[in-house]
């Protein structure tokens, strides 16, 4: 559920932010706007609330994801790679052009690596807990295709491709 109420707030937050943008409002502008929000709540917000769950509480982490072998230390490794894709999506409040090309390239690599870890297990170790292939599963998939897809619209608004810096949050 995290997925959802993290996507929301980014959702809901560009939305404001758009309706009180003093700046012209174009299709460039807006698609800036709601992919600034989208990269530092849903991607960066959202990773480091999960890499909170996995730093501090892997073992019943691993548990509720179905992983029951050993004492789910590899939680560790994962929580510090949520981090870092976390500071990197909350730090596209700050930087654009190639930065938030190389954050949608992290969070893309990460999810889709997450998820196809989460369907082999569903399909080797028949692993189908909800945090393995419920709304989690989904998450990596949908998380990262938003971002991609908002990059490529927002490349298009604009003939340099590249980001104004006037377009962060808050």
Avoid: K
């Amino acid at each position: 559920m995290p997925f959802l109420f993290f996507a929301a707030i980014a959702l809901i937050g560009a939305s404001v932010h758009l309706h009180r943008d003093r700046q012209p409002r174009t299709r460039a502008r807006a698609l800036e706007i709601f992919f600034v929000w989208w990269m530092v709540v849903a991607v960066g917000v959202a990773a480091i609330f999960g890499a909170m769950f996995h730093l501090f509480d892997g073992p019943d982490t691993a548990r509720e994801i179905g992983y029951t072998n050993g004492d789910g230390g590899f939680q560790t490794e994962v929580g510090f790679a949520d981090l870092a894709v976390g500071i990197l999506g909350v730090l596209c409040a700050r930087f654009r052009d190639g930065f938030l090309l190389a954050a949608v390239i992290a969070v893309s690599v990460c999810y889709l690596g997450d998820a196809y870890g989460h369907l082999h297990q569903a399909a080797i170790h028949d692993n189908h807990d909800p945090d393995n292939t419920g709304l989690l599963l989904w998450s990596d998939f949908i998380v990262p295709l938003v971002a991609i897809g908002l990059y490529v619209a927002s490349r298009g608004g604009r003939a340099s491709g590249r980001l104004s810096a006037a377009s962060r949050p808050g």
